[in-house]
Every structure is written in structure tokens, then in C-alpha cells.
T-cell receptor, first 115, second 113 residues
């Protein structure tokens, strides 16, 4: 069975602070994919980033960066210089390699960025 | 390009009624999945369809059913509605393949009175 744990329920920061969202996962698959999604108050889940289990290179995309560590089964997501528009619920999700496999989501972390 | 579209946006029903939710995937996407998201939780997988066949089913009762049409749009049906069915129902579409990201619609917010 797959499991995703987001221990942080809610994080509050002031604009321009950096913030890291934690994600720990469990899976028996040797090949899998990890995702981060953003859900603003409007409700739509917006795809942000994807990482393959066989590629541990960490990347930066604009203000977003992620730290994937297979040894600790963690996939943390960092927003640099946070903005008010970043306020949303962020979900970490896990998907196996089969085309039929589906997303397993964590419970989400609510990020509140105040001016 | 149009994203995933869902209808209706909001729906209010009473216990015991049945409901049909609709989803149109992104053009070219043949895989459609349905998720239920209750307040304060992450989405929970209900169904996945690919090429009009059910490919996966989550831990939901038989009151929940779905189908996919030749144009790859999909319907989710829920019978004998319970108060606990109140939730945001999300549809997602993707290209087929393990790592392909799923793209979500705005959802249908279902309230049961």
C-alpha cells in the first residue's frame, strides 16, 4: 500500500520569507513518481512539479525548488521569497509506475502568506 | 487549450436521491480519474477509466459507479445519497503512462441535506 504523510497542517509566513513543505512517503514500488499540487481557495488542483524515483537530482524552477531524498523517503518542496498569491493548500502525491496506478495524496499543508 | 471541465459546479441534493456528475478531459487525454475530497482532507481515488474501460476502483461502495464515453468524457453516478457523500468531486485527465501528471478540473461541490 502507498502512503503519503504531510506532518505540517498549517504554516504561516510573512511575504518574502522562504518556506519548506515536508512530505514523507511509503511505497513498495521500485519505480514511482512524486508530485506536488497546489489548491487555491477556488478548489482546482494545479500541478506544480513531478519527480521520478530514479532521478534524485534536485532542481529549481523559478521560485520553486524541491529536495528528493530516496534514502529517507522524503520529497520536500520549497518556495523562495513567498508571495501572498502563494497562499493555498499544497498536496504531495505519489503514483506507481503502472499506467493504471493512481495518485495517493497526503492530507495537505495550508500555507498562509501575509503581507 | 481547454482544461478539464466539470459540470455542474455546485449541486444540492437530499438524502436518498441520486446524482450524475460530468467531466470532459483535456483534448488528447484518454485516461480519466475521479476523486472525492472531503473538507480538510486530500483527494481520495474513486475510479480510473482508460479507453472506456474501468482500470481501477478505490474503496467506495457500489452506490458509486462511472463510465467513459467514446469521446473520452466521463460520468460519475452516486445513488442513495448519504450525508457523508457531501464533498468536492474532482475529475482528472492524463495521457497514459506511469509518470504522466494528472490535470484536474475545478470540481463539483456536492452538498447533501
Amino acid at each position: 500500500a502507498q502512503k503519503v504523510t504531510q506532518a505540517q497542517t498549517e504554516i504561516s509566513v510573512v511575504e518574502k520569507e522562504d518556506v519548506t513543505l515536508d512530505c514523507v512517503y511509503e511505497t513498495r514500488d521500485t519505480t514511482y513518481y512524486l508530485f506536488w499540487y497546489k489548491q487555491p481557495p477556488s478548489g482546482e488542483l494545479v500541478f506544480l512539479i513531478r519527480r521520478n524515483s530514479f532521478d534524485e537530482q534536485n532542481e529549481i524552477s523559478g521560485r520553486y525548488s524541491w529536495n528528493f531524498q530516496k534514502s529517507t523517503s522524503s520529497f520536500n518542496f520549497t518556495i523562495t521569497a513567498s508571495q501572498v498569491v502563494d497562499s493555498a493548500v499544497y498536496f504531495c502525491a505519489l503514483k506507481g509506475n503502472s499506467g493504471y496506478s493512481t495518485l495517493t495524496f497526503g492530507k495537505g499543508t495550508m500555507l498562509l502568506v501575509s503581507p | 487549450d481547454a482544461g478539464v471541465t466539470q459540470s455542474p459546479t455546485h449541486l444540492i441534493k437530499t438524502r436518498g436521491q441520486h446524482v450524475t456528475l460530468r467531466c470532459s478531459p483535456i483534448s488528447g487525454h484518454k485516461s480519466v480519474s475521479w476523486y472525492q475530497q472531503v473538507l480538510g482532507q486530500g483527494p481520495q481515488f474513486i475510479f480510473q477509466y482508460y479507453e472506456k474501460e474501468e482500470r481501477g476502483r478505490g474503496n467506495f461502495p457500489d452506490r458509486f459507479s462511472a463510465r467513459q464515453f467514446p469521446n473520452y468524457s466521463s460520468e460519475l453516478n452516486v445513488n442513495a445519497l448519504l450525508l457523508g457523500d457531501s464533498a468536492l468531486y474532482l475529475c482528472a485527465s492524463s495521457l497514459y503512462g506511469g509518470g504522466k501528471p494528472q490535470h484536474f478540473g475545478d470540481g463539483t461541490r456536492l452538498s447533501i441535506l
